[in-house]
């Protein structure tokens, strides 16, 4: 069974923004509801940037359209945090080429080998098929677990020695997964420290590779956040950005935090799209984002 974006918004809804509705129904808005509504939403992690632009857009409303029914402000707040989630044209990871590059990237233990065993399965049921590179070859550990994914997922990998030089098997990987014929290359990388300079050098020079291998690779750099990190993981995604384009990111464990209002940060502070949501530990836990769904869920 799959989990759906509802079933892993469960904790966020339930402690945040059921909350947010009873503020809102609470009787006549007073200068408390707006400082309770506040609060609720950096409670949720929308972050303080978000929730203030978001706050001063609906008292705007209010005044302006005479919202005063709690019904008429739920729904003026819905409309104003699905705004915040504007989708990008296409997603460039299914447009049709020869060979699609993605390139994961994010922290240890934010959940990149399990997200990368989940998109390869993904992408194979749609008909795509998907290689996995094992580019974080700092940790014996993360190669043996993407050879774990790889199995449960019967997605083939392809990987070299602990230590090696990630960017020399990026460029295998490439090689390789052309000669089989394959059209979909998920690139694991390094995440250790990513304070330091020399990781994102290594990110920079795998990049390289991509770029210089195929045409306009890498298509797609995810970027995978840990939603229980909340605001630290924007922190986080600021100096990926540093380095790399991001393109997307892949929010992981939705289901085990209420922080899921950093959604919406990572929209407005971010700029870049979330591509899918990590809704539990197993390989079908893996929902592809929707705007709608997750507002949706939001609200009981
Ligand atoms: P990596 O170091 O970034 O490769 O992280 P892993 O893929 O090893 O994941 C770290 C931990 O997070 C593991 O225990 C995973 O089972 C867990 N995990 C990953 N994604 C999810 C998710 O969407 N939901 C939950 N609940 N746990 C997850």
């Known amino acids: 069974m799959f989990k759906s974006i509802r079933d892993s918004l469960s904790k966020t809804r339930q402690s945040v923004f059921g909350q947010i509705a009873h503020v809102l129904g609470a009787g006549d808005i007073t200068e408390e509801t707006w400082e309770d509504l506040e609060a609720l939403l950096i409670q949720a992690d929308v972050g303080v940037p978000t929730t203030l632009a978001l706050v001063e857009t609906l008292r705007d409303r209010v005044t302006k359209e005479g919202l005063y029914t709690a019904d008429q402000l ?4 819905r409309e104003e945090l699905r705004a915040m989630l504007v989708e990008p044209e296409s997603f460039p990871l299914e447009e049709k080429r020869l060979l699609t590059v993605v390139m994961v990237v994010g922290v240890n233990g934010s959940g990149k080998t399990t997200s990368i065993g989940k998109m390869a399965l993904y992408y194979k049921n749609k008909g795509y098929k998907p290689v996995m590179v094992a580019g974080d070859t700092f940790r014996a550990a993360a190669i043996d677990q993407l050879t774990i994914w790889s199995e449960r997922a019967d997605v083939p990998i392809i990987s070299g020695q602990p230590g090696g030089d990630p960017a020399a ?33 290594e990110l920079e020079k795998v990049y390289g590779v991509c770029k210089k291998s195929v045409h306009q690779a890498p298509h797609e750099v995810l970027l995978v956040l840990d939603a229980p990190t909340g605001q630290n993981a924007l922190l986080q995604a600021q100096k990926f950005k540093e380095s790399v384009n991001i393109t997307g990111v892949v929010l992981t464990k939705l289901d085990s935090t209420a922080k899921g209002g950093m959604v919406f940060a990572i929209y407005r502070e971010l700029g870049v799209p979330v591509r899918f949501i990590g809704t539990g530990e197993r390989l079908q836990d893996l929902a592809p984002f929707d705007a709608d769904q997750f507002v949706d869920g939001l609200f009981g």
């Open 74 to 77: 739920t729904s003026a707040l």
């Open 169 to 201: 098997i990026a460029y295998d990987g490439i090689r390789a997964t052309r000669a089989r014929g394959n059209n979909l290359l998920f690139i694991d990388t390094a995440g250790r420290l990513h304070t330091k300079y020399n990781l994102m050098k």
